[in-house]
């Protein structure tokens, strides 16, 4: 889901916990790259105060509600895009 990024938060955490020294890159593609994208942009500058000190993002939609609407027009985008 695009607005939900309490999980990696979570995980971001627990990773810093158990090793404080330890430095945390993020990535992802598509909606994962939104997700990490959203996740960045929360921490701000605290990100490296969990560790995470960069991240990398690939083919990210610029306008989900668009893209989701391209991706109902048809049976095969809707099937294997939109579940």
Do not use: W
């Amino acid at each position: 889901h695009l607005g939900f990024t309490d999980d990696v938060h979570f995980i971001a955490r627990k990773l810093h916990e158990q090793q404080p020294d330890r430095k945390i890159f993020v990535t992802g593609t598509s909606l994962g790259g939104n997700v990490m994208v959203k996740f960045l942009a929360e921490l701000g500058d605290k990100a490296q105060e969990i560790g995470v000190v960069g991240g990398a993002v690939s083919c990210v939609p610029m306008n989900a509600i668009d893209c989701q609407t391209k991706l109902d027009e048809d049976a095969f985008n809707c099937k294997v895009y939109s579940g």
